[in-house]
């Protein structure tokens, strides 16, 4: 059903699926460290196709609102976690350049990468993701501390590189990182949101870059950036980000790593579907 023909009631609907994405996106923020795509673009997906938005451009736009909405959201964290004292600076100012560099390669690459392609990326890496999150254990390790250059260096590209693919803030493969290398969970999670910062803002550059003057793109977007679904979302998001770094001191870790492990598995599996 075009965008134009909908009703009141349709309208209301797609914007409380926004509104709550808004919501979840917010508290994972602040909970993992993560900038709350791995909900953002599933959800703007169903919703853009909803809107009829063309297939060609319908999973760029989402990936690409996804990172625009993460800049914010992942400066409220940064500074929350950054005021406890729990952000590895060190950690942090090594990524400076690895990681925008892995998100400008990403930017080059979704370019030319079709839909279906941007869709399969984000369907392995949630199932991987999803995999890790509930099988996980604090007792595996590879080191007692992290790695130096180049290991550190190629990891932060990595990062970079498939977090821009997939809309996401990078929390979740820098948790993965730092906590395999003996590093609270905490202090993942708190670095993680800068980590977020430094592939947010190049990748939101990037996909304005990489979609410019596209004929196909829906109504209110630069590039690949469709900023009424950045307006709906960011005021939201930024009131509950300092709740989930709230809820990231004193809730058990191991419940919500199951809780979004089963979420990933179900994104995962509803992007096969839309790939069969």
């Not at 625009?68 to 976690?81: K, Q």
């Not at 060190?90 to 979704?110: C, H, Q, R």
């Not at 869709?119 to 999150?133: D, E, H, S, T, W």
């Not at 679904?229 to 790593?257: C, D, F, M, N, S």
Request: charged share 10%; aromatic share 10%; hydrophobic share 55%.
């Amino acid at each position: 059903m075009p965008a134009l023909d909908m009703g009141w009631g349709e309208i209301a609907g797609f914007a409380a699926a926004i509104a709550a994405a808004g919501v979840v996106s917010g508290l994972l923020a602040g909970l993992f460290g993560i900038g709350g795509g791995a909900v953002l673009v599933p959800v703007f997906y169903q919703v853009f196709g909803l809107l009829e938005v063309d297939e060609s451009v319908r999973m760029h736009v989402s990936v690409g609102s996804s990172l625009a909405i993460i800049v914010p959201t992942a400066v409220r964290s940064f500074m929350a976690h950054k005021a406890r004292g729990a952000v590895d600076m060190d950690l942090l100012k090594s990524f400076l350049i690895p990681v925008p560099v892995g998100v400008v390669l990403a930017s080059l690459a979704a370019a030319s990468i079709s839909s279906e392609g941007l869709r399969m990326i984000f369907a392995v890496l949630a199932l991987l993701f999803g995999i890790r999150l509930l099988f996980n254990r604090e007792s595996w390790r590879l080191g007692a501390k992290l790695p130096g250059n180049p290991w550190r260096a190629l990891t932060g590209v990595v990062i970079g590189f498939f977090s821009t693919l997939m809309g996401i803030g990078g929390g979740i493969m820098n948790n993965t990182f730092m906590t395999l290398y003996g590093r609270s969970i905490h202090q993942a999670v708190a670095t993680s949101s800068g980590v977020g910062l430094l592939i947010a803002i190049p990748g939101t550059v990037g996909y304005i870059w990489a979609g410019w003057g596209n004929p196909d793109l829906p109504i209110a977007s630069t590039g690949y950036i469709n900023w009424i679904a950045v307006a709906l979302v960011i005021p939201i998001a930024l009131i509950v980000t300092p709740y989930g770094v709230q809820l990231a001191h004193w809730l058990k870790k191991r419940h919500l790593e199951i809780g979004f492990g089963l979420f990933c598995l179900f994104v995962s599996a509803r992007f096969f579907v839309s790939l069969a």
